[in-house]
């Protein structure tokens, strides 16, 4: 039945995981949920997921990338909390921001309905305003999934947290007709002899129990698989019969969590607790994609740079997933370097002197910037494959204004107010809507290829569509200029420059959007695939300096 409350019907997407995290954040919950969801989608399910994240900010677009990792962007222009692109990925799916749920989106939405008198004079209150609220934003995006998967950012415990716990603990209380399954995932640490220790599960499970969540799953994090005695402890003392105790230990590759995952049986119990054993495809019906590809192995390995201002894997994290996607397709195992784009200063490009290729993330504000400049022209003199994305793609027009066009001073008017050639600029029409704000183009966007480029050809079709993240556009003024001098743009969408080329080059290409975000295991982003294949195919003059 319905709630009063929530008036929300919800005859759909009546199968929920919600999983948990004891003990510490950074446990890889996540992984393991979203590993879960891969199986349960090769046993022909259609599954979807909701990360809450128990934060204030009402999503992630304002989040400082070094803090909180890669701001993720979805197909609806939500910039969310890296998590979702984990989910994306591994499930294959693509989701909205109604699938991140924080606290900001949730207070802000009550508040709002109190300022328009919708509590008609009630005391508004975290129970029932804000649980209610919390279950309707899952069970809406869960409509129409077979199961949805419902991860709690945060640890047990944790004070902002106490709202959702409490909205899972009615939502588990209230519906008859829905199946619901907790799933804890805590660290199970070693002992100085040895000994895998449960105490911190014990603990983490007891401060659930204390506000009513009973675990049905406990999948323990280890470097090894847990013992058969750590199992039947934690079981004994969590009040969980011992096959619903999982062991998700280290492996080397995140891609792989769905192997051990299986191995240990976990999808198969979730299936059975969930009723749909019985719909499930047989298992040798099931889709193998996955673990075909997760588990090539490579017959080579190249080295790429990336040039970026945050030496933290997490806050390019698409990027580097993409370049192990490409690789997983081109068999090569690719060796990411991170290279400060600040140590870059003129003339210290031998930091780059034998990689195989570069490429140049997005980024805002002007740190760094003439690092990447640098390393743009290091790629493009010595013919070092470079993938520029977003504001790489900006800074390629930049070098290539100054360098070649010798336009001296040529910046972006983002990064240098006092440019005498902003040849990337905000457009006309934005200037006129900057004062209204808004100028920030989001989300999925559709280019025009150009015939005969290689953008094309990677493609392989008239159109692509990517998501963007950006403010500022190749001035059209400059166009010609660059254009007569060399520089094609292959990408357009109307009067916005969408993906630029250079011919006579190996490998030079920049996207205004971000073909990160679309690239999964089993579907590779072009751009990045096309970089792995340049650099297969590339004369090694380019290793300049290099062992070549
Ligand atoms: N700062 C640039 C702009 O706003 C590029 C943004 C990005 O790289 N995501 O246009």
């Known amino acids: 039945m319905p709630t009063e409350q929530t008036g929300y019907d919800p005859s759909l997407g009546r199968k929920f995981v919600f999983v948990t995290g004891g003990v510490m954040s950074g446990l890889g919950k996540g992984i393991t949920a979203a590993s879960t969801g891969r199986l349960l989608a090769n046993a022909g399910f259609d599954v979807t997921a909701v990360k809450i994240d128990p934060y204030l900010n009402v999503d992630a677009g304002t989040m400082n990338p070094f803090q909180h990792g890669e701001v993720y962007v979805l197909k609806d222009g939500g910039e969310v909390d890296l998590d979702l692109g984990n989910y994306e990925r591994f499930l294959d799916t693509e989701m909205t921001s109604d699938h991140n749920v924080t606290t900001g989106k949730v207070y802000r939405e009550v508040i709002e309905k109190e300022r328009a008198g919708d509590y008609l004079g009630r005391t508004v209150q975290i129970i029932p305003h804000i649980t209610d609220d919390i279950k309707r934003r899952i069970r809406e995006a869960a409509a129409g999934s077979d199961v949805c998967i419902v991860e709690v950012g945060g640890t047990v415990g944790d004070i902002e947290g106490m709202p959702y716990l409490e909205a899972l603990r009615q939502f588990a209380h209230e519906q008859d007709d829905e199946d619901i399954l907790f799933t804890h995932v805590t660290l199970v640490p070693y002992s100085k002899n040895g000994e895998q220790k449960t105490k911190p599960t014990q603990h983490s499970v007891k401060e659930l129990r204390s506000i009513g969540l009973q675990p049905d799953i406990l999948v323990g994090r280890c470097a090894d698989p847990l013992d058969d005695q750590t199992r039947e402890k934690i079981a004994l003392f969590c009040d969980v019969p011992t096959d619903a105790v999982f062991s998700n230990p280290d492996v080397a590759d995140i891609y792989r969590v769905p192997l051990v995952v299986e191995d240990e049986g976990l999808d198969e119990y979730v299936m059975a607790q969930l009723d749909i054993d019985g719909e499930a495809l047989p298992p040798e019906e099931r889709d193998t994609v996955w673990r075909e590809t997760v588990t090539r192995e490579p017959e080579g390995s190249v080295d790429v740079a990336l040039v970026g201002k945050y030496g933290l894997e997490d806050a390019y994290i698409s990027i580097h997933e993409s370049l192990k996607h490409a690789g997983l397709e081109k068999r090569v195992d690719v060796d990411r370097q991170w290279v400060?784009?600040?140590?870059?200063?003129?003339?210290?490009?031998?930091?780059?002197?034998?990689?195989?290729?570069?490429?140049?993330?997005?980024?805002?504000?002007?740190?760094?910037?003439?690092?990447?400049?640098?390393?743009?022209?290091?790629?493009?003199?010595?013919?070092?494959?470079?993938?520029?994305?977003?504001?790489?793609?900006?800074?390629?027009?930049?070098?290539?204004?100054?360098?070649?066009?010798?336009?001296?001073?040529?910046?972006?008017?983002?990064?240098?107010?006092?440019?005498?050639?902003?040849?990337?600029?905000?457009?006309?029409?934005?200037?006129?809507?900057?004062?209204?704000?808004?100028?920030?183009?989001?989300?999925?966007?559709?280019?025009?290829?150009?015939?005969?480029?290689?953008?094309?050809?990677?493609?392989?079709?008239?159109?692509?569509?990517?998501?963007?993240?950006?403010?500022?556009?190749?001035?059209?003024?400059?166009?010609?200029?660059?254009?007569?001098?060399?520089?094609?743009?292959?990408?357009?969408?109307?009067?916005?420059?969408?993906?630029?080329?250079?011919?006579?080059?190996?490998?030079?290409?920049?996207?205004?959007?971000?073909?990160?975000?679309?690239?999964?295991?089993?579907?590779?982003?072009?751009?990045?695939?096309?970089?792995?294949?340049?650099?297969?195919?590339?004369?090694?003059?380019?290793?300049?300096g290099g062992d070549a």
């Open 340 to 544: 400060h784009s600040e140590d870059l200063a003129d003339g210290h490009d031998d930091q780059l002197a034998g990689v195989d290729g570069v490429v140049i993330p997005g980024g805002f504000g002007s740190r760094g910037t003439e690092g990447k400049v640098e390393a743009i022209r290091y790629c493009r003199e010595h013919d070092v494959p470079l993938l520029g994305l977003c504001l790489g793609f900006q800074l390629s027009v930049v070098e290539f204004a100054r360098n070649v066009l010798g336009l001296e001073g040529a910046h972006s008017a983002e990064l240098d107010e006092g440019t005498p050639h902003p040849v990337i600029d905000l457009l006309p029409e934005q200037k006129r809507m900057e004062d209204m704000g808004g100028t920030m183009r989001l989300g999925a966007h559709e280019t025009d290829l150009r015939e005969g480029t290689l953008a094309r050809e990677l493609y392989g079709a008239p159109t692509c569509t990517e998501r963007h993240r950006h403010r500022y556009e190749v001035n059209p003024e400059y166009i010609p200029a660059l254009e007569d001098a060399g520089m094609v743009f292959s990408g357009t969408s109307g009067n916005r420059m969408e993906v630029l080329e250079l011919p006579d080059h190996p490998y030079f290409l920049g996207t205004q959007f971000h073909p990160e975000f679309r690239s999964r295991p089993t579907r590779v982003s072009p751009p990045f695939v096309g970089f792995l294949d340049a650099i297969a195919t590339a004369e090694t003059p380019a290793r300049v």
